[in-house]
């Protein structure tokens, strides 16, 4: 527990309030996405299937699929699951509050000019949301605590087993609509091309969304 208070200390208000903010953005980006209608993130198609077949908002099955994805780091790495991951629940609520608030108000794309924009926009978003909740130094979204227990328990690269994992949550999503509706759900060019894109859109943003935060100061 001392190690949970001292955890719990070292988060200053100023990360507190960069991480609510990243939280934000990162739920808009990801309702954004939803709304181009050109297929997901990889990370939340397989939610996204089971959404649509069982009729549970999308928002809800996400913070569903986080805790799942929470359960399988513990049963990857048992003994080495730190207690401190626990708040990744935290996270999950905060991240599938928010798709579920900007899923209600954002505008579904029509045209091909305004999906492409849209895609721009919500991968834009996204890395920008992924830049400062990991700046915060907090804890990881599920996704990407996820790809770090694959990491750790498979001796590979972070960088790969993020790949791993995404190539598997887009066949395991491709299979679930085919079975089921007998047609990719969710999935598609934009579910690619977010897959691609966001890591660059990070790089890009990285240094001056730090330094707007002040969060490079508190390194």
């Not at 699929?65 to 730190?82: G, S, V």
């Not at 492409?116 to 700046?135: D, E, F, N, P, S």
């Not at 990881?140 to 790949?163: E, F, Q, W, Y």
């Amino acid at each position: 527990m001392e190690a949970v208070r001292a955890f719990l200390r070292a988060f200053t208000p100023r990360r507190r309030i960069v991480y609510l903010l990243g939280t934000l953005i990162l739920g808009c980006g990801i309702a954004m996405n939803t709304k181009t209608q050109l297929g997901i993130a990889p990370i939340l198609s397989v939610a996204w299937n089971l959404s649509e077949l069982i009729g549970v908002p999308f928002s809800l099955m996400s913070f569903f699929y986080y805790c799942f994805l929470i359960l399988l780091q513990f049963l990857l790495l048992r003994r080495e699951f730190e207690p401190i991951q626990v708040f990744q629940l935290v996270a999950s609520f905060l991240t599938s509050f928010f798709i579920g608030v900007f899923g209600r108000f954002l505008p579904t794309a029509v045209t091909p000019l305004g999906r492409g924009a849209m895609l721009l926009g919500a991968i834009l978003l996204t890395g920008t949301g992924i830049i400062l909740t990991v700046g915060a130094r907090f804890v990881p979204n599920p996704g990407d605590g996820m790809a770090a227990a694959i990491a750790r328990r498979t001796g590979k690269s972070l960088g790969l087993s993020k790949n791993i994992l995404d190539i598997s949550s887009f066949l395991a999503a491709a299979a679930l609509g085919f079975l089921f509706r007998g047609r990719l759900m969710g999935v598609g060019v934009g579910t690619v091309v977010t897959m691609l894109l966001t890591g660059r859109a990070v790089a890009l943003l990285q240094k001056p969304l730090l330094h707007l935060s002040g969060l490079d100061r508190e390194a």
